[in-house]
C-alpha cells in the first residue's frame, strides 16, 4: 500500500465521501465557535431530535428524485396528517396505537393520490404535488380552524418525539457513571454487527474468487467505522441516550438504504430513474414504480408529521410550513442528481444533517435568521456544485 | 491535386490514460470530397473535435492549418468564424421551432433591435434551394423526416458561408433514397466550391462520392487512398481499417432444417390512437425454431412498431390478430409478459432506449433478469459480477470490468451489452433492431457470428435491418416490409438486392 494508492482511493471515493468530509468540517467548526457547546451530548441530543423530521422526509424525497419526479406536497402533508393525528386523539379518543396506524395507511393513500395523475396521465410531478400542496394546507386550516392549536395529552404520542429509550440500570451506578448503559451496549451490539457483516460479505466474496482489498486495508476499515460508530455512541450515551426519534430515523435509513441497494425493487427504481423507457422494455412497469415511490413517500410523510407533532406536543395551523423545501435540500446536499437515477439514502440522511447542524449551530452562536437563510443557500449551492464537477472528473 | 484547404499536422491528443490520437495528419484539399473512415474508437470523432475547437488549442499537440494559416481555435465559434460547420450524427435542430428560425438560429439577421423575420424567411428560402429541399420554410422541424432535418441541418451551415463542411455519419440513420440524396447534394455543393469531409462506416457510399479517403486505425493516420488512380476499394479499405483481412464478413453457418414454428402472427393491425394513423395492416409472419428471419425495409415503414406491437406493446397501439407463441394463443400485454414469454426485443436505439448509459456493465446486462440472481427479492451481487462476467467473456466485450459505466464503451461494445442483456433473459425469440447500426466492421463481424451460434443452438431471432447485404446476408428467410404491410417474403436464395427495393418502395 504505497501514498499512491492511496490517493487513487481518495480521488475516487471524494464523492462518496464528500459530504461525510463536509459535515465533520461544519461540526467542528460549531464546536470551536461555540466553544464546545454544540458538540456536548445534550446538544447532539438535541440536534438529532430536530433532524428527526426532515431526515424522514428526505428519505423519501431522495426516491422520488431518483424517479426523475418532485413531490411538493409533503410540508402540508405532513402539517395535515399531524393535525388528523391530534383530532383522533383528543376529538375522538382513538387508542394511540390505532392514530397511529390510521395516519400512517392516509399518508400512503395520499401518496399514491399524488402518483395517479403522474402515472396514469404522464401529469408532470411538479404540477400534481403543487396541487396537493395547495389542497393539503386548505386541508390543515380547515382541521384546525375551529380549535386553533390542537394540544395533545397522550403520553405515549408525545413520547415518540421526546421521550429516550429506557435503561437498563440507573444512570448513577459507580460502573460508567453517568452514561445511558442501554445505548452503551446498542452500540457495541452495531460494531460487533456490522464487523461480522463485513467480515461475511468478505468470505463470500473470497468464495467467487473475487478480489478483495489487502487484508491491512480491510482491518484500518473496520478499525476505523469501529471507532466512529464508538464515539457516537459515546456522545449519545452522554445525556439521556438514544431517543425514540433517533431510533425510528436509524430504523429508516436502514431499511430504506437496504431495499435501495440490495433488493431486485430497489434496482427497479435506479433503472426507471436512469432510463424510464430502458426500464419499461426491460419488462419494469414505470408505472408501478412510481406508485410504489410514491407510496413510500407518503408514509414516510405520516411518519414526519407524527414526528413533528409529537415534538411539539400538539398540532398547528402552521405545521409542516416548508418542509417540502427543506427536505428537498437536504436530498440535495445529500448528492442525488436532478437527471435521475443517481442518489444514496444515507446521502439524504448525511444531507439532513448537515442542513439541521447549520440551522443548529448558527441558532447557538445567536446568529441572525436572515444571514442563517443566506449561509444555508449558499452551502446548498455549495453541495451541488461540489457535486457536479466530481462527477465530470470522475473517470 | 489542388492545394490544400486544410493541413491538420502530427496532432497528438491524450486522455488520462489513453492516446486517443498519435501524431495524425490530415490534408484536404480545396474542393474535393474526402471521406474518413476507420472503426469505432478509431480516433475519427476526436480528430474533428479537435479540429472545431472542442478541444481548444493547448489541449492537443501538433498544428492546424486552414487556407495556409496555422489557426488557434479556442471553441466552436472561432471554427465557425474561419468557415469549418461540422454535423453530427446526433442534430442539433430544435424541434418545437420552424425551419427558418432554426437555419437562422446563432446568427439572427436583425433590424434595429429586433430580428428581421422576412429577411430570415427569404434567406432560409435560399438555403434550402441550394440543399434542394422543396418545403415550407415555416413549417416546423418536428414534423420533417430525419433525411429533411438533416437536410435543414445542412442549409443551416450553408448560411454561415461554410468553405469546409464535416459530416459525422449522416447517413447512419437515412433510408436508400435520403442517403442518394444527400449523396448527389454533396456533388452539387462541391460544384459550388463547398469541400466536404465525410465521416462514415458505410463503405459503399464511400467508395461511390469520395474522391480522397484517409482511413485512421488506433489514433493513426494508416494512409490516405486517391480514387482518381482507382486505389479505393471495399477489400482495401476493410484491410486498412481493421488491419486485417475479412473475406467473407457474414462468417458460415450450419443451415438445417428449421424446427417447428416458435412465434406466429395472424392478420395482425395496430392503430396509434395518439397519432391517429393505422401503423400495422394485415399482418401475417412465421418464425420457426433455429433460423434467422430478416425484416427489409425502409426507415418508417413499421418494422420497429411490428417488433414493439409483439413485445408487449408498450406504446400502447390499438391491436387486433392473433399472435401464437410455440402454437398457443397469447395476449402480452406489457414487455413483461413477452420476456416471460420468452421473447426479448433489442432496441434499435441503444443509447436512447436500450440501455441505461449512467449504470455499469453488470447492472445493464442483468436488468431484464433479476430473478435470475436474486432470492426472495435481495440481489446476490456477487452471483451478479459473475454472471455478468461470463457474458463479458463470451461476447468478448472489451471492458476492463463488468464495474464499467457503459457510457465509456464505444459503440460495438455498447450494442454486446444491449444483447448480452437479453441473452440473460434467455428467450426462444430474440428480435434485433438494427444490430449493427453504426458500429464498426470488427464489432459487426463478431455480432454476425454470436447470432449463428444462437440460432445452432435453436434459438429463434428476427433481424430488422436497413442495410440489404446484412439482411441478404444472415438471413434464412426475408420478409419486405412498406408502409406497414408484408409486401413480400423471398427466401434468401431468390433474394437480391433490387427485388427487395423494388418490394420496399412499392
Known amino acids: 500500500m504505497t501514498v499512491k494508492d492511496l490517493q487513487k482511493a481518495v480521488r475516487q471515493n471524494i464523492r462518496d465521501y464528500g459530504m461525510y468530509i463536509a459535515l465533520i468540517i461544519i461540526m467542528a467548526i460549531f464546536t470551536i465557535a461555540t466553544k464546545g457547546i454544540f458538540i456536548s451530548s445534550r446538544n447532539i441530543a438535541n440536534l438529532l431530535n430536530q433532524t428527526g423530521y426532515i431526515a424522514v422526509l428526505a428519505v423519501g424525497m431522495t426516491l422520488v428524485i431518483i424517479i426523475r419526479h418532485i413531490d411538493l406536497s409533503v410540508g402540508f402533508l405532513s402539517g395535515f396528517l399531524g393535525a388528523i393525528a391530534a383530532v383522533a386523539l383528543v376529538n375522538w379518543h382513538l387508542n394511540v396505537w390505532l392514530t397511529l396506524v390510521l395516519v400512517l395507511v392516509l399518508g400512503i393513500l395520499a401518496g399514491l393520490l399524488t402518483a395517479l395523475p403522474v402515472a396514469k396521465l404522464g401529469i408532470p410531478s411538479f404540477v400534481a404535488s403543487l396541487a396537493g400542496w395547495l389542497i393539503y394546507r386548505g386541508a390543515l386550516l380547515m382541521v384546525t380552524s375551529s380549535t386553533g392549536t390542537i394540544i395533545i395529552p397522550d403520553k405515549i404520542f408525545n413520547a415518540i418525539g421526546n421521550a429516550y429509550i429506557p435503561d437498563i440500570m440507573p444512570a448513577d451506578t459507580t460502573f460508567l457513571h453517568g452514561l445511558h448503559k442501554l445505548t452503551l451496549l446498542i452500540g457495541l451490539l452495531a460494531i460487533v454487527w456490522f464487523i461480522f457483516r463485513e467480515i461475511g460479505a468478505r468470505k463470500s466474496k473470497q468464495a467467487y474468487n473475487f478480489e478483495v482489498p489487502p487484508a491491512d486495508m480491510f482491518v484500518l476499515k473496520l478499525v476505523f467505522m469501529a471507532i466512529v460508530l464508538g464515539l457516537i455512541t459515546w456522545v449519545l450515551a452522554g445525556y439521556n441516550g438514544m431517543s425514540w426519534t433517533v431510533v425510528i430515523m436509524i430504523a429508516v435509513v436502514l431499511i430504506f438504504d437496504y431495499i435501495a441497494k440490495q433488493t431486485v425493487l430497489g434496482r427497479h427504481i435506479y433503472a426507471v430513474g436512469g432510463n424510464p423507457e430502458a426500464a419499461e422494455l426491460s419488462g419494469i412497469s414505470v408505472k408501478k414504480i412510481t406508485f410504489m415511490v410514491f407510496g413510500a413517500m407518503g408514509l414516510l410523510t405520516a411518519l414526519s408529521g407524527i414526528l413533528f407533532a409529537s415534538r411539539l406536543q400538539s398540532a398547528t395551523p402552521t405545521g409542516g410550513t416548508l418542509f417540502e423545501l427543506d427536505c428537498i435540500a437536504a436530498a440535495y446536499i445529500g448528492g442525488v442528481s436532478a437527471a435521475g437515477g443517481v442518489g444514496k439514502i444515507t446521502g439524504s440522511l448525511v444531507g439532513a444533517l448537515v442542513y439541521m447542524s447549520l440551522m443548529n449551530g448558527m441558532n447557538l452562536m445567536g446568529t441572525d435568521i436572515s444571514l442563517q437563510y443566506v449561509i444555508r443557500g449558499a452551502v446548498l449551492a455549495a453541495a451541488v456544485i461540489f457535486d457536479v464537477t466530481t462527477r465530470k472528473v470522475r473517470r | ?506
Open chain 2, 1 to 506: 491535386m489542388n492545394t490544400p484547404i486544410l493541413e491538420m499536422k502530427n496532432i497528438t491528443k491524450t486522455f488520462p490514460g489513453v492516446k486517443a490520437l498519435s501524431d495524425v495528419s490530415f490534408e484536404v484539399a480545396a474542393g474535393e470530397i474526402h471521406c474518413l473512415v476507420g472503426e469505432n474508437g478509431a480516433g475519427k470523432s476526436t480528430l474533428m473535435k479537435v479540429l472545431s475547437g472542442v478541444y481548444p488549442h493547448g489541449d492537443y499537440s501538433g498544428d492546424i492549418l486552414f487556407e495556409g494559416k496555422v489557426q488557434k481555435f479556442r471553441g466552436i465559434a472561432d471554427s465557425e468564424k474561419a468557415g469549418i460547420a461540422i454535423i453530427y450524427q446526433e442534430l442539433a435542430l430544435i424541434p418545437e421551432m420552424t425551419v427558418y428560425e432554426n437555419i437562422l438560429l446563432g446568427h439572427e439577421l436583425r433590424k434595429g433591435l429586433g430580428v428581421d423575420w422576412n429577411e430570415t424567411v427569404r434567406k432560409a428560402d435560399e438555403m434550402l434551394k441550394r440543399v434542394r429541399l422543396n418545403i415550407n420554410p415555416e413549417t416546423k422541424v418536428k414534423d420533417l423526416g430525419v433525411g429533411r432535418q438533416q437536410l435543414v441541418e445542412i442549409a443551416k451551415a450553408l448560411s454561415k458561408d461554410v468553405k469546409l463542411l464535416i459530416l459525422d455519419e449522416p447517413t447512419a440513420a437515412l433510408n436508400e433514397d435520403d442517403c442518394d440524396n444527400l449523396l448527389e447534394l454533396l456533388r452539387h455543393l462541391k460544384k459550388d466550391g463547398v469541400t466536404s469531409v465525410l465521416i462514415s462506416h458505410k463503405l459503399k457510399e464511400v467508395i461511390r462520392i469520395a474522391d480522397t479517403v484517409t482511413v485512421l486505425r488506433d489514433g493513426q493516420t494508416i494512409c490516405t487512398l486517391d480514387a482518381s488512380k482507382g486505389e479505393v476499394g471495399e477489400q482495401v479499405l476493410i484491410k486498412h481499417m481493421v488491419g486485417r483481412e475479412i473475406n467473407n464478413i457474414y462468417p458460415d453457418r450450419r443451415r438445417g432444417d428449421a424446427g417447428e414454428v416458435v412465434l406466429e402472427v395472424r392478420d395482425w393491425n395496430a392503430y396509434d390512437a395518439k397519432l391517429g394513423r393505422t401503423v400495422l395492416k394485415d399482418v401475417s409472419f412465421k418464425l420457426r425454431k433455429g433460423e434467422i428471419v430478416g425484416f427489409a425495409g425502409l426507415m418508417g415503414s413499421g418494422r420497429t412498431e411490428l417488433a414493439k406491437s409483439i413485445f408487449g406493446n408498450p406504446d400502447g397501439y390499438e391491436l387486433k390478430g392473433e399472435l401464437l407463441v410455440k402454437g398457443k394463443p397469447v395476449r402480452l400485454r406489457s414487455p413483461k409478459d413477452a420476456i416471460e414469454a420468452g421473447i426479448a426485443y433489442a432496441t434499435e436505439d441503444r443509447k436512447g432506449n436500450g440501455l441505461i448509459l449512467i449504470q455499469d456493465v453488470k447492472q445493464n446486462i442483468t436488468l431484464a433478469n433479476l430473478a435470475q440472481i436474486s432470492q426472495r427479492g435481495v440481489v446476490n451481487k456477487n452471483a451478479e459480477v459473475k454472471a455478468a462476467t461470463e457474458y463479458k467473456d463470451a461476447l468478448n466485450i472489451k471492458t476492463p470490468s463488468v464495474e464499467q459505466i457503459v457510457v465509456n464503451l464505444s459503440g460495438g461494445n455498447q450494442q454486446k451489452v444491449s444483447v448480452a442483456k437479453w441473452l440473460f433473459v434467455q428467450p426462444d425469440v430474440l428480435f434485433l433492431d438494427e444490430p449493427t447500426r453504426g458500429i464498426d466492421v470488427g464489432a459487426k463481424y463478431e455480432i454476425y457470428g454470436i447470432m449463428n451460434k444462437l440460432v445452432e443452438r435453436g434459438m429463434s431471432i428476427v433481424m430488422i435491418s436497413s442495410e440489404l447485404p446484412e439482411v441478404l446476408g444472415m438471413s434464412d428467410r426475408i420478409y419486405i416490409v412498406s408502409s406497414g404491410r408484408i409486401a413480400g417474403e423471398l427466401p434468401v436464395a431468390e433474394a437480391t438486392q433490387e427485388k427487395i427495393m423494388q418490394l420496399a418502395t412499392n
